[in-house]
């Protein structure tokens, strides 16, 4: 891949969603997946599998994610907290599948009600069952949550971030993601942890996750660059956040994160104007949920031109 090429993974349907009040249809899900492939934007985590009753939003999940495989251009993941909810994404078809735990144990509790290392124990489970199952096509990514600190603990100390991602790789991940589960991160400490991480992963694909709760998610995202990360998730106008985080805002946004990429030199192949239609619909659907985002709010300068240096 070209060092000036960067990666934008939509998660607005799974991290977005996952606190809404009001239940999307499945064909509004296929509808927004649909127009953003449109708008260059190939990479959606489209849902996760977790209990209907923990997460009513994502009863449809396998509807969702079957859906989802027959969009033309797509490359379709979803997030899974267990065994179970990974086996569920096989069956469903899906060629990549993200799992995470917590670099915080007390937020790994909180989250899914076990400890960290027993997270860790299981995501060995997931990727026997893979192999055991025949799936070896199937890419199983691995996210350390909570990377830079905690709300209910505190301090994560760098050290845990980078043993877990050690874990993680030795056990066959084929994708780490690093988390800034509840907005803790500062772009010093992005800079000097990302480099460390990517000392480790080698060749192995590195995603940030960043949340703006404290208005640093896209200071963040030029962090990361600086520290050589070319892969990015973001929400669609800022949709999502950690039910753990108090007054959490939400992700960093997809339309500002591109229009940051592109900016600064990134190719990202992806249309910011029809991002802004695609807001523009999704808010349509979910009255009285906060979208946010300066691109929206503004408009694209007269100067910008895609991929500027």
């Known amino acids: 891949m070209q060092d000036n090429h960067a990666q934008v993974r939509e998660v607005g349907l799974r991290d977005g969603l996952q606190m809404v009040q009001t239940i999307l249809s499945t064909q509004q899900k296929l509808e927004w997946c649909r127009r953003m492939v449109a708008a260059g934007c190939t990479e959606i985590e489209v849902t996760s599998f977790v209990p209907p009753r923990i997460v009513p939003q994502f009863a449809d999940s396998d509807e969702v994610a079957r859906g989802a495989l027959a969009i033309a251009g797509l490359h379709p993941s979803a997030l899974v907290p267990n065994l179970k909810g990974a086996q569920r994404a096989f069956g469903a078809g899906l060629k990549s599948v993200h799992y995470v735990l917590s670099a915080s144990n007390e937020h790994n509790l909180k989250n ?9 124990e ?3 489970n997931i990727m026997a069952a893979r192999d055991e199952s ?3 096509d199937v890419k199983l990514g691995a996210g350390v949550a909570t990377a830079f600190g905690c709300t209910i603990a505190g301090h994560v100390d760098e050290t845990t971030v980078l043993d877990l991602v050690e874990y993680l790789l030795k056990t066959g ?3 780490i993601a690093i988390a800034d589960t509840v907005g803790y991160a500062n772009p ?6 990302m480099r460390k ?3 480790l992963t080698g060749t192995t694909p590195v995603t940030c996750h960043f949340h703006d709760t404290r208005g640093l998610g896209l200071a963040n995202v030029v962090a990361a660059l600086d520290a050589g990360v070319r892969n990015f998730d973001s929400s669609l106008g800022g949709l999502g956040g950690c039910p753990f985080a108090p007054n959490a805002t939400g992700n960093i946004n997809t339309e500002d994160t591109v229009f940051l990429l592109e900016s600064e030199g990134m190719s990202t192949g992806i249309d910011i104007d029809a991002l802004l239609e695609i807001r523009g619909i999704v808010a349509s659907w979910l009255p009285g949920e906060a979208f946010v985002g300066a691109i929206a ?3 694209l300068p ?3 031109h895609a991929g500027m240096a």
């Open 302 to 304: 007269k100067t910008f």
């Open 122 to 124: 299981d995501f060995y």
């Open 188 to 193: 010093g400490q992005v800079r000097q942890l």
């Open 197 to 199: 991480v990517l000392e």
């Open 173 to 175: 991940a084929d994708e």
């Open 112 to 120: 899914v009600r076990r400890s960290t290392k027993e997270s860790a």
């Open 134 to 136: 025949g799936l070896r």
């Open 297 to 299: 709010r503004a408009g």
